[in-house]
């Protein structure tokens, strides 16, 4: 089945950085979430970025109308009704999303396939709450979704080749660089092994072997790292590093996955990155 319409379920950070690309690769966009309002502001930053784009020679005034051209914006699930391709991007709560699956179960044509931009859920669970377990695969982005390269394409259990193939050319025609995940582990390729720094990071911290900006300094000029450990919490947001970091606890039963005492400090002080102002650096 040849792919022309994509929905995005959730128009957050994540959620309108996909539904950007899609429409940038000349994809047919429903943009939804629960408010209206969410949807304009997702639809403001990528007028923002794509002027930006403008300005940098990289895009024509024509060609970011005929980008924003290609965008329904929805609060109705029922939009999704003649869509070939749903990527849910809504928050990180598995009930959440297995009920949103279920909906969209009921309400996407029979050949549709379902993807969830989940960093570390079972694909294999959300698919179970569907009828087509088959067409149901994991397409990981990266934040920001429009700069990112990797899209980590996800089997569960019951994955096709042909759902794998689908959802793999669509990343590419976005521009993307596809991996397989060949089994359906929490944290897939990247946050299996981006959790394991997080964690010693903080370790090292709650030991007194180094400060966190020397944790940061090593890691950029030792590693090569854009961001330090602690920088890149901060920047995808401390409270989803916990999330994460309780879920692979409660998946692997390791005492290595479980949340550190300063992780968990900071996420009861509200201090949960760049969004809140502070998070282990303070940003006002």
């Known amino acids: 089945m040849e792919i022309s319409k994509i929905g995005v379920m959730g128009a957050g950070a994540m959620g309108g950085g996909i539904a950007q690309i899609a429409a940038q690769a000349g994809y047919q966009v429903v943009l939804n979430d629960v408010e209206m309002s969410f949807v304009d ?10 002027s930006v784009s403008i300005e940098k020679g990289k895009m024509t005034p024509e060609q970011k109308e ?10 109705d699930l029922t939009d999704f009704g ?43 669970i959300l698919a179970n709450a569907t009828k087509r377990p088959e067409r149901v695969a994991g397409m990981h982005f990266f934040n920001p979704a429009p700069i990112m390269r990797l899209v980590e394409v996800i089997r569960g259990y019951y994955t096709s080749d042909e759902t794998v193939k ?8 976005m521009g993307k660089t596809t991996v397989e995940v060949k089994r359906d582990y929490p944290g897939f390729i990247v946050n299996r092994l981006m959790m394991a720094q997080y964690l010693e990071a903080i370790r090292l911290l709650e030991e007194g072997v180094a400060t966190i900006e020397d944790i940061d300094k090593a890691v950029k000029l030792g590693l090569n790292h854009p961001m330090g450990a602690f920088e890149l919490q901060d920047f995808g947001g401390i409270d989803i590093g916990h999330f994460v970091a309780e879920y692979f606890y409660e998946e692997f039963k390791e005492v290595r996955w479980n949340p550190p005492q300063a992780l968990k400090a900071l996420v009861r002080a509200g201090r949960l990155g760049r969004k809140t102002g502070a998070g282990w650096y303070n940003y006002e």
């Not at 502001?41 to 794509?50: E, H, I, Q, T, W």
């Not at 005929?66 to 609060?75: G, R």
């Not at 689908?166 to 025609?173: D, G, N």
């Open 66 to 75: 005929q980008v924003l051209s290609n965008f329904v914006k929805s609060t």
């Open 82 to 124: 003649d869509v070939d391709l749903v990527i849910e991007a809504i928050i990180e709560d598995l009930d959440l999303k297995k009920k949103a699956f279920s909906q969209l179960d009921s309400i996407c044509k029979p050949e549709t396939y379902l993807a969830s931009n989940t960093s570390s859920m079972s694909i294999t």
């Open 166 to 173: 689908a959802v793999s050319e669509v990343a590419q025609k």
């Open 41 to 50: 502001k997702a639809l403001d930053r990528m007028d923002s970025f794509l």
